[in-house]
């Protein structure tokens, strides 16, 4: 008999900014077949990405812990084994788990984000795979493993040398990188290869459920939208050869992408990045609206768990940073998330509950039926108690509202940033790590563990107006809770709870169904 639980499609638009979804009211229409996803699913108003930056957050949503917790927080590192992660978990219970990445940090680093994945589709890099090489004959497929393995460990050699990552961002190489070795991957190719797979699952008898995972990078700098995708969505800047001009020497920049703002752009300048960004947004939309109509002509929508969401926003000049390296700002992790499911998620509901994305992991498992053995002092044992399913019937939600952030900087840009401008470094802190606390409509941000911002968002969503002047009892009760937030989340860390007794029942559960040995 087939396996009667659902299949389950986890979407990450890279680097998509909430605000530039027509969803999330942007008055252009950038994002149709997500729309009309949304409509027929639970739409998240409140959802906060748990980090600023692809690889912590997106090891959040794998685990379900906060970056303080996993710890994965630079390139060059790696996910401790301690915590399963939601692949391997659906793995183990007897999913087929495919991943359609094209962002090399997630597909091609060596940093513990593939774990779990029966097949693993890289779309980025010197050397991607994709499933029709299944087809090829062994020669072909050795000497492409080979290839494969011989750019993996370029790749990672970049991740680890602040030489040769910063000799990489200059302005000669960069547009080589950006345009000859897949950086930003093939969204096309990657929709058009999960539609075969899924098509083919879903007609061969599906006799176990599938997990795919689907990251999309359209929306990542450098911007390189078509010409008649900026005609629609910029046509005031679209035919402009001073804008042209300026957007060909900030795509070949690399270091600016992520660096502050210093001078700070000028209006025009930032409407044209804007412009291209805008563009890129609903070119990429487009794309995915070819996988959605699949779903939903084939039926599979009706009987999959699809949760759309991005791992982070990008700057572009806001605050006077650019890229998503430092801060905690809406614009980087005030993130879309929709879920269709009908068994759980209601059509046509806009939760307006603080949430964090990380329960993503929970919210998968308890959809499907799976609640891993784990022990009770482990942050994820309430698998049911954190779905995100919660906040959306009416219970008071287990956290309350009470959500976080966390910016820990990436210190290859750091790095980077000492030799074109060190001045910054001290002046805008840029080592030091930010948090931010959100309670109902206010927010509060850190640096270093002081105040920079207080922000009532309901009047407020752009963080214009700090407010911690007048405020300063909210703001000292939500220092002490950042205090306590981070006290905790490193109390849970896998070799702080190392130490704790685990009963043999649970030992005995982990080892029967292969989480440890």
């Known amino acids: 008999m087939a396996d009667k639980r659902p299949d389950v499609l986890l979407i990450i638009l890279d680097t998509t900014r909430r605000d530039r979804l027509s969803s999330y009211g942007y008055p252009r229409q950038t994002s149709p077949h997500f729309d009309t996803f949304a409509q027929k699913a639970t739409l998240f108003e409140r959802a906060i990405a748990p980090a600023q930056w692809t690889v912590p957050s997106h090891a959040s949503m794998f685990t379900g812990v906060y970056p303080s917790t996993h710890q994965l927080t630079q390139a060059g590192e790696r996910l401790s084994g301690s915590y399963p992660t939601l692949a391997e978990i659906l793995q183990v219970e007897g999913y087929r788990t495919a991943a359609f990445c094209n962002n090399p940090l997630v ?85 058009d290869d999960l539609i075969g797979v899924f098509s083919q699952h879903r007609a061969g008898g599906r006799q176990q459920p599938l997990f795919a995972f689907l990251n999309l990078m359209g929306a990542h700098m450098p911007y390189h939208p078509p010409q008649d995708y900026l005609d629609r969505f910029a046509p005031e800047i679209s035919r402009d050869p001073a804008a042209l001009r300026f957007m060909r020497s900030f795509n070949a920049d690399a270091a600016r992408w992520a660096s502050p703002t210093d001078p700070p752009l000028t209006e025009w300048q930032q409407a044209v990045i804007d412009g291209f960004y805008t563009a890129e947004v609903a070119y990429q939309d487009y794309h995915l609206g070819r996988l959605l109509n699949m779903l939903r002509t084939s039926g599979a929508l009706d009987d999959t768990l699809v949760l759309i969401t991005a791992d982070h926003g990008e700057g572009h000049g806001d605050h006077q940073f650019f890229g998503h390296s430092f801060v905690v700002y809406q614009e980087l992790v005030h993130v879309p998330l929709a879920i269709h499911y009908p068994d759980r998620f209601p059509a046509g509901i806009r939760a307006t509950t603080n949430i964090s994305t990380r329960r993503i992991f929970h919210t998968v498992l308890e959809s499907v039926g799976i609640r891993p053995p784990l022990d009770e002092a482990d942050p994820n044992a309430n698998i049911s108690g954190l779905t995100l399913a919660r906040a959306t019937n009416g219970v008071p939600d287990i956290e309350g509202g009470l959500v976080f952030a966390e910016a820990f900087p990436p210190m290859t840009m750091v790095k980077t940033i000492q030799h074109r401008a060190p001045a910054l470094i001290e002046r805008l802190r840029l080592t030091q790590v930010r948090r931010g606390v959100y309670l109902d409509a206010r927010k509060l941000a850190v640096v270093g563990g002081q105040a920079e911002g207080y922000f009532d968002l309901q009047d407020d969503p752009s963080e214009m107006h700090d407010l911690s002047g007048q405020h300063s009892a909210e703001v000292a009760a939500l220092q002490a809770i950042i205090g306590q937030f981070v006290a905790a989340a490193q109390q849970q860390r896998p070799e702080s709870i190392a130490d704790a007794p685990v009963s043999e029942d649970v030992l005995d559960n982990l080892r029967a169904l292969g989480y440890i040995e």
């Open 107 to 191: 597909g091609v680093l060596d940093n513990g984000l593939q774990r779990g994945f029966g097949e693993f589709y890289n779309y980025a890099g010197a050397a991607p795979n994709r499933p029709d090489d299944l087809h090829k004959s062994q020669v072909r497929k050795a000497v492409a493993r080979r290839w494969r393995r011989f750019a993996s460990r370029v790749s990672n050699t970049f991740a680890h040398s602040d030489w040769m990552f910063r000799t990489a961002l200059h302005p000669r190489f960069a547009p080589l990188w950006t345009r000859y070795i897949n950086y930003k991957g093939d969204t096309a190719r990657s929709i």
